[in-house]
């Protein structure tokens, strides 16, 4: 499943849940962006911290040795030099 699958299935499931409440008048299209924006911001700082979880720091003369593995931030890839 790619990142745009997973994107779409996100935007279909915050459209199941606050078309209703836009509909009812419970909320306006301006506070369902609020909100939106929200839980963008909670779920872009919770994965930042997931991925963050757990690695360690390391010393500059370890970190320049050739065997040293590399992470890509991004992805998690690991690499070696």
């Given at each position: 499943m790619t990142s745009d699958t997973i994107w779409q299935l996100i935007r279909y499931a915050l459209l199941l849940a606050f078309g209703p409440l836009i509909t009812k008048g419970y909320l306006s299209s301006d506070e369902v962006t609020t909100v939106t924006g929200a839980i963008g911001?909670?779920?872009?700082?919770?994965?930042?911290v997931w991925v963050k979880y757990g690695t360690r720091t390391t010393t500059a003369s370890h970190a320049a040795r050739i065997d040293t593995p590399l992470v890509d931030p991004a992805t998690g890839k690991i690499s070696t030099n």
């Open positions: 911001v909670i779920f872009t700082t919770a994965w930042g």
